[in-house]
């Protein structure tokens, strides 16, 4: 009966306090696991703070500064660089096979500055000596993933033609750079991806 009593007495005890340290604690944990953008960071502890202003009837909107201060910190600290997470995502949604529309969507969703994301870009056509072979690239990678196009037996290309470049398409190439991966031939497709970890 008392433990009974005890365990209702914890349950009406209120959601601690939301403090300028809890905020810090909760940003350096997640931090410590996760790249994140600073729009990121924002969403994660305004969720946070929304749960616990719930929890102890607060208004989550009193707390917008706080959230504020802490991600300004963990920018000053270099915890969280727009620029050094788009250019790493970049390289990880190319790889992947992301187009140059699909990657710029998925760094938008995640918050980064579309400037931000157009110099990403920039950086990238700069190290590459052809441009348009990051994007053919990528389409190959896409194709490989979706085992599309050459990846399908020699049998099921033709029947599958059309919509392998559907989805070539949705995925956000160019008619002509989804036809090129879409219709190369599978020796090709294995030689210039041999030795790549993809």
């Known amino acids: 009966m008392k433990s009974r009593i005890v365990a209702n007495e914890t349950k009406a005890r209120p959601a601690p306090a939301i403090t300028e340290q809890w905020l810090e604690r909760v940003a350096l944990h997640y931090l410590d696991r996760y790249s ?6 924002r969403r994660l502890l305004a969720r946070r703070v929304e749960r616990r ?8 909107g009193a707390h917008s500064e706080l959230i504020e201060k802490t991600v300004a ?7 969280v660089d727009d620029a050094r997470f788009t250019h790493a995502r970049l390289a990880t949604l190319r790889r992947r096979g992301a187009s140059t529309r699909k990657a710029g969507a998925a760094l938008a969703a995640k918050g980064v500055d579309r400037t931000i994301v157009e110099a990403a870009l920039a950086a990238e056509r700069e190290e590459t000596e ?3 072979a990051i994007e053919e690239n990528a389409a190959r990678a896409f194709a490989r993933r979706r085992r599309i196009g050459p990846n399908r037996p ?21 008619y002509s750079v989804a036809r090129a991966a879409i219709d190369a031939d599978a020796e090709d497709v294995h030689h210039s991806t041999t030795g790549l970890d993809i």
């Open 36 to 41: 994140a953008t600073e729009e990121m960071l």
């Open 53 to 60: 202003s719930r929890d102890r009837g607060e208004e989550p």
């Open 73 to 79: 910190r963990a920018v000053r600290a270099g915890l």
């Open 130 to 132: 052809d441009s348009e």
């Open 154 to 174: 020699a049998d099921a290309r033709a029947a599958h033609r059309e919509r392998d470049l559907a989805a070539m398409a949705r995925a956000g190439f160019s």
